[in-house]
């Protein structure tokens, strides 16, 4: 990357200005380390290519468009930092799809957005990825809703043509895609993907339905869409929690209720009236039966309201009972009418003692209730038996219904308030019963994959639930296992209270932390997560005890949601009775539960898919501070691909822990400069063999043996700067813990080089600056330089006779002669530099092929070291001194895998291969050692540790 750059600086220099020029380049070469691993290993190279063949086409380009150019490269270097957490398949997938297959990988994305830029567009938005994709590609939403939408209503539209005609079927295609626009946008996403496909499906069938119904069908559809534009904040699960009770199990979902609308229609019904979704319901369905209201509520409050407001005032306890008149209302239906009228006695009574109390007894009271009916507005797809199910398994035996749960949670506030300011009804429960300690068993049953595992054949989304389920309940008690950490607990505590020293954080985290909102702790457990990408406390063992009692709790928290948590068990409890019901059910019957079963672990599946991705970010994180669990077991099994795929690590990232002694920082610091270096000696080499060899056309007869010889020691520079321009040698990737090797053998092979490097720089200084050596095959023609001396005495002997010459003026004869006498003694030095580099390349020749040799050997012994472990070339360099003695620490290096076998990390088989390689290892060391050729090539290595090739470095 550096090589590409630091070519490229000229030609921006000149365009720009040189302060302008290094300003930029150092900005995109910074952003460009900073762009996560997964994509610098390709993109991050592609970068500085693409900066660097810009640099050679910027000659008639105005200097705005050039600075245009590099700032948005700059910009999207920046932005590939939001990439942290993605795989490149991610990545890939969501660019294909946000440009509906224009823009494949982001190697696609960069040149699109070059363009953009060099057409003059300007970036004025943010500096993140989304933003980037918005510049090029548009807002998010319009691209995710027209997709699917237009599509289907498009092809949709073909099909009525065929009974409408084009322009009524295209003005029909034009206001459906518009309603769409307008549905509640709690349902929208849904609702503008399930029925265009409806309709497509639809239109197909229509060749024996009348022109006139199609139309009043299609007219039913934009009154369907009109009537979804405000459900009143309800989300998709209590609208479809709302069909299913109205229609009595009927009907199931929106799009269930969307079709029986069409059908009637289609069988002669209408609608006058159609401006809410209770306008269809009750067109389908009838009005529905009024339930007794809780009219007790307010007179309850009324009379309580004279004896409150002699203790903590008369607007005070007004504006307490009007938040809790609006509270009571927005509780689900099925529990507003017995609760609200529990709370409201409860208050009552608690009025005739109140006088007892102080004024912040009573506040308390109050908005104690205030909360938790607040709370409760989640719990609208449970029924009253439901909830009380969960309560009394949740709590032991301890509570038994909702009211209940209220008292019992007013005791805890009494001691302590709930962290959050407004607790959700999860968050009540563990501040009123402690922290769920795992799953417990549903009735007799167990949890919810084992309680269908007799039913894969029967019921086939039941062996994909069970896949997943059983993947997670194994994997998240292994790392629970390995996270327990008090120290890294007592840190977190102290982060949350805000009490942490700061000088043990580092210093550009230190307004961060304060910053982390605190109000509610999943909040701020993840935006320290966030952080923790990153070593964030000064002391690395702190800081990687804080990653795991962090990971601790999250994973904790999700192995209790998915197997114990509300949800879970409420949907255990209804299986339960659903598989008991199933026992004694006919055939048809059996066909609903099943059905109903379905509908239950789609729901539990989705849930634990979810919870999956959030694993999928946690996971990255642990690896980078050094937790991993065994998983050589796990992918035998039939666990879901995604999960194989976020528990798997490469071999390197489980074992880099071991040999850490052997690796130095400070090394690519060194190497850098010194193949800048080299490979500015080695592009004379380059362009000598370019000129010389590639462009020659004829070659004098007595010069060819020369070239050749020439030819053959250039062209082994030539591979030798191909293969180093990239820190590999000869398609060989050079890893950090070779870098102190890479630099010893870099120096040994320069030593030999520098008067060839000199006298090649002056040929073509002569031939760039003088336009002479224009051709080797007359400077280094042996026959040639002998007719030149002959031309030289021949001359010589014309100008002394004229000087004798009496009788006659030859003075410019003499002249002339002199003119080409000096021309040609001073062509002279040019077979002499041609004849000296000759020399020079025969002499240099076997020396460098010698030193490539043994440096190929080195590197491929050093390369299959690593198929013990990467840490052992950086223990190679470290021990070249007493190589015959190497095997002692491959043994150290074996004898530690085994202790990672031991513990599971390492499987029996991994660590065979690993030992089989270090025994292969060793014989090869031991005929290494036993070359005298090697040996004594070894020992000027070591002395290269003393050289110093470019003074100034």
């Given at each position: 990357?550096?090589?590409?750059?630091?070519?490229?600086?000229?030609?921006?220099?000149?365009?720009?200005?040189?302060?302008?020029?290094?300003?930029?380049?150092?900005?995109?070469?910074?952003?460009?380390?900073?762009?996560?691993?997964?994509?610098?290993?390709?993109?991050?190279?592609?970068?500085?290519?693409?900066?660097?063949?810009?640099?050679?086409?910027?000659?008639?380009?105005?200097?705005?468009?050039?600075?245009?150019?590099?700032?948005?490269?700059?910009?999207?270097?920046?932005?590939?930092?939001?990439?942290?957490?993605?795989?490149?398949?991610?990545?890939?997938?969501?660019?294909?799809?946000r440009s509906n297959n224009k823009v494949r990988n982001?190697?696609?994305?960069?040149?699109?957005?070059?363009?953009?830029?060099?057409?003059?567009?300007?970036?004025?938005?943010?500096?993140?990825?989304?933003?980037?994709?918005?510049?090029?590609?548009?807002?998010?939403?319009?691209?995710?809703?027209?997709?699917?939408?237009?599509?289907?209503?498009?092809?949709?539209?073909?099909?009525?043509?065929?009974?409408?005609?084009?322009?009524?079927?295209?003005?029909?295609?034009?206001?459906?895609?518009?309603?769409?626009?307008?549905?509640?946008?709690?349902?929208?996403?849904?609702?503008?993907?399930?029925?265009?496909?409806?309709?497509?499906?639809?239109?197909?069938?229509?060749?024996?339905?009348?022109?006139?119904?199609?139309?009043?069908?299609?007219?039913?559809?934009?009154?369907?869409?009109?009537?979804?534009?405000?459900?009143?904040?309800?989300?998709?699960?209590?609208?479809?929690?709302?069909?299913?009770?109205?229609?009595?199990?009927?009907?199931?979902?929106?799009?269930?209720?969307?079709?029986?609308?069409?059908?009637?229609?289609?069988?002669?019904?209408?609608?006058?009236?159609?401006?809410?979704?209770?306008?269809?319901?009750?067109?389908?369905?009838?009005?529905?039966?009024?339930?007794?209201?809780?009219?007790?509520?307010?007179?309850?409050?009324?009379?309580?309201?004279?004896?409150?407001?002699?203790?903590?005032?008369?607007?005070?306890?007004?504006?307490?009972?009007?938040?809790?008149?609006?509270?009571?209302?927005?509780?689900?239906?099925?529990?507003?009418?017995?609760?609200?009228?529990?709370?409201?006695?409860?208050?009552?009574?608690?009025?005739?003692?109140?006088?007892?109390?102080?004024?912040?007894?009573?506040?308390?009271?109050?908005?104690?209730?205030?909360?938790?009916?607040?709370?409760?507005?989640?719990?609208?797809?449970?029924?009253?038996?439901?909830?009380?199910?969960?309560?009394?398994?949740?709590?032991?035996?301890?509570?038994?219904?909702?009211?209940?749960?209220?008292?019992?949670?007013?005791?805890?506030?009494?001691?302590?308030?709930?962290?959050?300011?407004?607790?959700?009804?999860?968050?009540?429960?563990?501040?009123?019963?402690?922290?769920?300690?795992?799953?417990?068993?549903?009735?007799?049953?167990?949890?919810?994959?084992?309680?269908?595992?007799?039913?894969?054949?029967?019921?086939?989304?039941?062996?994909?639930?069970?896949?997943?389920?059983?993947?997670?309940?194994?994997?998240?008690?292994?790392?629970?296992?390995?996270?327990?950490?008090?120290?890294?607990?007592?840190?977190?505590?102290?982060?949350?209270?805000?009490?942490?020293?700061?000088?043990?954080?580092?210093?550009?985290?230190?307004?961060?932390?304060?910053?982390?909102?605190?109000?509610?702790?999943?909040?701020?457990?993840?935006?320290?997560?966030?952080?923790?990408?990153?070593?964030?406390?000064?002391?690395?063992?702190?800081?990687?005890?804080?990653?795991?009692?962090?990971?601790?709790?999250?994973?904790?928290?999700?192995?209790?949601?998915?197997?114990?948590?509300?949800?879970?068990?409420?949907?255990?409890?209804?299986?339960?009775?659903?598989?008991?019901?199933?026992?004694?059910?006919?055939?048809?019957?059996?066909?609903?539960?099943?059905?109903?079963?379905?509908?239950?672990?789609?729901?539990?599946?989705?849930?634990?898919?979810?919870?999956?991705?959030?694993?999928?970010?946690?996971?990255?994180?642990?690896?980078?501070?050094?937790y991993f669990i065994k998983t050589y077991d796990i992918?035998?099994?039939?666990?879901?691909?995604?999960?194989?795929?976020?528990?798997?690590?490469?071999?390197?990232?489980?074992?880099?822990?071991?040999?850490?002694?052997?690796?130095?920082?400070?090394?690519?610091?060194?190497?850098?400069?010194?193949?800048?270096?080299?490979?500015?000696?080695?592009?004379?080499?380059?362009?000598?063999?370019?000129?010389?060899?590639?462009?020659?056309?004829?070659?004098?007869?007595?010069?060819?043996?020369?070239?050749?010889?020439?030819?053959?020691?250039?062209?082994?520079?030539?591979?030798?700067?191909?293969?180093?321009?990239?820190?590999?040698?000869?398609?060989?990737?050079?890893?950090?813990?070779?870098?102190?090797?890479?630099?010893?053998?870099?120096?040994?092979?320069?030593?030999?080089?520098?008067?060839?490097?000199?006298?090649?720089?002056?040929?073509?200084?002569?031939?760039?600056?003088?336009?002479?050596?224009?051709?080797?095959?007359?400077?280094?023609?042996?026959?040639?330089?002998?007719?030149?001396?002959?031309?030289?005495?021949?001359t010589e002997n014309k100008i002394r006779e004229y000087?004798?010459?009496?009788?006659?003026?030859?003075?410019?004869?003499?002249?002339?002669?002199?003119?080409?006498?000096?021309?040609?003694?001073?062509?002279?030095?040019?077979?002499?530099?041609?004849?000296?580099?000759?020399?020079?390349?025969?002499?240099?020749?076997?020396?460098?092929?010698?030193?490539?040799?043994?440096?190929?050997?080195?590197?491929?012994?050093?390369?299959?070291?690593?198929?013990?472990?990467?840490?052992?070339?950086?223990?190679?360099?470290?021990?070249?001194?007493?190589?015959?003695?190497?095997?002692?620490?491959?043994?150290?290096?074996?004898?530690?895998?085994?202790?990672?076998?031991?513990?599971?990390?390492?499987?029996?088989?991994?660590?065979?291969?690993?030992?089989?390689?270090?025994?292969?290892?060793?014989?090869?060391?031991?005929?290494?050692?036993?070359?005298?050729?090697?040996?004594?090539?070894?020992?000027?290595?070591?002395?290269?540790?003393?050289?110093?090739?470019?003074?100034?470095?």
């Open positions: 990357m550096e090589v590409f750059l630091k070519r490229a600086e000229r030609q921006f220099k000149e365009k720009l200005g040189e302060a302008q020029a290094t300003s930029t380049l150092e900005t995109i070469r910074k952003t460009t380390n900073e762009i996560p691993a997964t994509f610098r290993r390709v993109i991050g190279s592609e970068i500085p290519r693409f900066i660097f063949n810009y640099s050679q086409e910027i000659e008639d380009v105005s200097p705005g468009i050039v600075e245009n150019v590099l700032k948005h490269v700059s910009i999207f270097a920046e932005s590939l930092r939001d990439l942290i957490n993605k795989d490149s398949n991610q990545m890939n997938q969501l660019l294909i799809k982001l190697s696609d994305l960069l040149n699109i957005l070059v363009e953009k830029a060099k057409n003059g567009g300007i970036f004025e938005k943010g500096r993140n990825f989304e933003d980037v994709l918005t510049y090029i590609f548009g807002d998010k939403a319009e691209i995710a809703q027209l997709n699917d939408l237009e599509f289907f209503i498009k092809r949709a539209e073909k099909n009525f043509k065929t009974k409408i005609g084009d322009e009524k079927s295209q003005n029909y295609s034009k206001k459906i895609i518009t309603t769409f626009s307008k549905v509640d946008e709690n349902i929208q996403d849904y609702i503008s993907s399930e029925i265009p496909k409806y309709l497509f499906k639809f239109s197909q069938n229509v060749e024996n339905l009348p022109a006139e119904t199609l139309e009043g069908i299609l007219n039913h559809v934009l009154l369907f869409n009109k009537a979804l534009s405000n459900l009143n904040g309800k989300s998709k699960e209590q609208i479809n929690q709302e069909i299913i009770r109205r229609s009595k199990n009927k009907f199931f979902t929106v799009l269930d209720l969307f079709i029986a609308f069409l059908d009637e229609v289609k069988n002669g019904g209408s609608i006058e009236k159609c401006e809410s979704l209770e306008d269809i319901l009750i067109h389908l369905l009838g009005k529905e039966e009024k339930r007794i209201q809780f009219t007790d509520v307010e007179a309850f409050l009324k009379r309580a309201e004279k004896k409150y407001s002699l203790i903590v005032g008369q607007d005070m306890i007004q504006m307490l009972m009007e938040e809790l008149l609006d509270a009571i209302g927005q509780i689900p239906e099925q529990h507003r009418e017995y609760l609200g009228s529990d709370l409201a006695k409860f208050l009552f009574k608690f009025s005739e003692t109140a006088s007892y109390h102080e004024p912040e007894k009573v506040e308390l009271l109050f908005n104690g209730a205030i909360m938790f009916a607040n709370s409760l507005n989640e719990l609208g797809n449970l029924n009253n038996a439901e909830i009380n199910q969960f309560i009394i398994n949740r709590s032991n035996h301890k509570v038994r219904s909702l009211f209940d749960l209220f008292k019992a949670f007013l005791e805890k506030i009494e001691v302590r308030m709930p962290l959050s300011s407004e607790p959700n009804f999860d968050e009540i429960l563990i501040h009123t019963l402690g922290r769920y300690d795992g799953p417990k068993m549903i009735e007799k049953g167990g949890l919810i994959h084992d309680l269908l595992a007799e039913f894969h054949e029967e019921i086939p989304l039941a062996k994909e639930h069970f896949g997943w389920a059983n993947a997670i309940a194994e994997i998240i008690p292994r790392f629970l296992d390995i996270l327990s950490d008090p120290e890294g607990d007592r840190i977190l505590d102290f982060l949350w209270e805000n009490k942490f020293p700061m000088d043990q954080i580092q210093e550009q985290y230190h307004e961060k932390i304060k910053e982390i909102p605190r109000e509610k702790e999943r909040t701020f457990i993840f935006r320290l997560l966030t952080m923790l990408t990153n070593q964030i406390l000064i002391d690395a063992e702190k800081d990687k005890n804080l990653t795991a009692a962090l990971a601790f709790r999250i994973l904790g928290s999700i192995f209790i949601e998915m197997f114990g948590g509300r949800n879970a068990q409420i949907r255990g409890i209804r299986l339960n009775q659903l598989l008991k019901d199933r026992k004694v059910a006919n055939f048809e019957k059996k066909q609903n539960i099943d059905e109903h079963i379905n509908r239950i672990l789609s729901e539990d599946l989705k849930a634990i898919q979810q919870r999956t991705m959030t694993i999928n970010t946690i996971v990255p994180v642990l690896s980078k501070k050094g992918v035998t099994k039939d666990f879901p691909e995604l999960i194989i795929k976020i528990i798997t690590y490469r071999e390197e990232e489980r074992l880099k822990d071991i040999g850490t002694e052997y690796k130095k920082s400070g090394f690519t610091g060194e190497l850098i400069p010194i193949v800048n270096s080299f490979l500015q000696k080695l592009d004379l080499a380059n362009r000598f063999y370019n000129k010389y060899f590639e462009e020659m056309y004829q070659i004098a007869f007595d010069a060819q043996q020369n070239m050749l010889a020439i030819r053959k020691f250039f062209k082994l520079l030539v591979d030798l700067r191909e293969n180093i321009d990239t820190i590999e040698f000869f398609d060989y990737k050079v890893a950090n813990p070779e870098h102190s090797i890479y630099i010893l053998l870099l120096k040994y092979l320069y030593t030999p080089l520098p008067e060839v490097f000199e006298t090649t720089r002056t040929i073509l200084d002569e031939q760039e600056y003088q336009k002479k050596i224009m051709k080797l095959d007359k400077y280094l023609s042996t026959q040639k330089l002998e007719q030149l001396q002959l031309d030289i005495k021949d000087e004798n010459f009496k009788d006659f003026d030859a003075s410019q004869k003499i002249m002339n002669l002199t003119k080409f006498l000096n021309r040609d003694k001073n062509e002279i030095k040019f077979y002499e530099i041609m004849f000296k580099l000759l020399d020079e390349s025969e002499k240099t020749h076997a020396v460098l092929e010698s030193r490539l040799e043994f440096s190929k050997t080195l590197l491929n012994y050093s390369n299959s070291l690593k198929k013990v472990h990467s840490s052992l070339p950086a223990a190679l360099s470290e021990n070249l001194e007493n190589l015959d003695e190497f095997n002692q620490e491959i043994d150290k290096i074996v004898n530690k895998l085994k202790e990672k076998s031991s513990s599971g990390i390492l499987s029996p088989f991994e660590f065979r291969e690993k030992n089989d390689a270090a025994e292969i290892s060793k014989k090869e060391l031991l005929n290494l050692c036993s070359n005298d050729e090697f040996t004594n090539h070894i020992k000027v290595l070591r002395e290269m540790s003393e050289v110093t090739i470019f003074e100034n470095l």
